[in-house]
């Protein structure tokens, strides 16, 4: 009998997509009752029946599912989870209708945070982000992408960088460069103009990012902004990805048909017609519920455009606006809020949000990918949706490890 590191045996119901979803069908989706799986250095070896898997492996460490679902891990595909200080005195007024223009006169908003990341120091920042991605982690969420957008200078956002990267040894952080706004002390030509010039070949240079990220929207970097961009970021061989059509419609997610964006992410006031563009595509559409909540403003995306069609992928958007960190009720609110099926709300947690992000070998179960695997305190799918809101894990592996479980 073949050793391994752990199995997992008596697994009720095993769900896991084989590839990125637009429409569920037998073809691209395993439900598979009585399972079993054999981890070996932290990947996948085997996948079957339960029997087959304890007739063929041997292990020291077995995992009993007792008839529990397991899903892959949760991947969060865009988050700006790397700031300091907090912002819970603008929820007032936002509660009270006091317009985000208005905060950010008074000083409060994105510039606060700014203001305040700049100061901090490279490992207060470290510690800062750390509690995030454990805090993450915890919740079953075993990939994250996290963006940089709160130096808004070139010292403060290669900063920013140097800090995700530090901490990818320890968790599966995804890097992107954002262009998030502009800065208040320079124009929007000089910021333009170091973001080119410095930003894109140092961060190129240090491979301290995947993706360049730019937030296209009224009040942010229009058009021809977001095109110089995308342009220049190319030659560094970066891959793009786009905050497209959040707050206004001023045709950002058109883009798609001049540059390979590998998501748009908010939809929020796109057209049904962009909608139906990006669904043709081979483009991610990101949706980012709980950040939509946050907005209090009832503004959400038309999803119908997109359902059984477009490669939808979710994420928390963890910010100092609405900080979100758990992917658990990412899911939850995709259900409840935009109406998916608990089985699409998984596709678009899992395969759907590796996708996004460029990666194959997580957010699904394949012989050779990474073993982050969750076991529920739940018995089918079905469940994953009917029984919401509070934290439903009952083991979680990382890397094939066990992180946390309540069987002791
Ligand atoms: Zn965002």
């Not at 070896?45 to 898997?53: C, N, P, R």
């Not at 905050?243 to 997610?253: P, R, V």
Request: with cysteine; hydrophobic share 40%; glycine share 6%.
């Amino acid at each position: 009998m073949n050793k391994v590191d752990t199995l997992i045996i008596n697994i009720g119901q095993l769900v896991y997509f084989k590839e990125p979803i637009r429409k569920i069908d037998s073809n691209n989706t395993v439900i598979l009752e009585n399972a079993g799986i054999a981890i070996k250095n932290g990947k996948i070896l085997d996948v079957g029946k339960s029997e087959y898997i304890k007739s063929k492996f041997m292990s020291e460490n077995i995992i009993d599912a007792k008839n529990c679902l397991v899903t892959p891990g949760l991947v969060d595909m865009h988050t700006h989870a790397l700031f300091d200080g907090s912002r819970e005195d603008e929820l007032e007024k936002k509660l009270s209708g006091i317009d985000y223009s208005e905060i950010l006169k008074s000083g409060g908003g994105i510039f606060k945070t700014v203001e305040k990341t700049r100061k901090s120091s490279l490992e207060y920042l470290i510690e800062k982000l750390e509690k995030v991605l454990s805090k993450a982690l915890y919740l079953g969420t075993t990939t994250i992408e996290v963006k940089s957008g709160y130096g808004l200078d070139f010292e403060n956002e290669m900063k920013l960088l140097k800090v995700i990267n530090i901490l990818k040894e320890k968790y599966d952080v995804i890097p992107t460069l954002l262009a998030h706004i502009f800065p208040k002390e320079s124009s929007k030509e000089s910021y333009i103009d170091m973001f080119i010039n410095q930003l894109l070949p140092n961060v190129a240079r240090y491979n301290f990012a995947k993706y360049v990220d730019v937030f296209c929207d009224e009040g942010a970097f229009n058009l021809e902004q977001t095109k110089l961009i995308f342009k220049e970021a190319l030659k560094y061989g970066f891959k793009l990805r786009m905050h497209a059509d959040q707050l206004k419609y001023i045709g950002c997610s058109r883009l798609l048909n001049e540059f390979p964006i590998g998501s748009l992410d908010h939809l929020e006031s796109s057209p049904p017609e962009n909608l139906e563009m990006i669904a043709k595509s081979n483009a991610s559409a990101g949706l980012l519920p709980a950040s939509m909540l946050a907005m209090l403003d009832d503004k959400k995306p038309r999803v119908e455009y997109l359902k059984n069609k477009a490669i939808i992928s979710l994420g928390t958007d963890y910010s100092p606006n609405s900080p979100m960190i758990s992917m658990q009720t990412v899911l939850d609110l995709s259900i409840y809020y935009l109406h998916f099926r608990p089985i699409e709300a998984l596709a678009y947690s899992t395969i759907n949000s590796a996708y996004s992000l460029g990666l194959n070998d997580v957010g699904t179960i394949k012989v050779g990918g990474r073993a982050d695997l969750i076991i529920w305190d739940l018995e089918n799918i079905n469940q994953l949706g009917y029984y919401w809101g509070y934290d439903r894990i009952k083991t979680l592996i990382y890397k094939g490890k066990i992180i946390r479980t309540q069987d002791n």
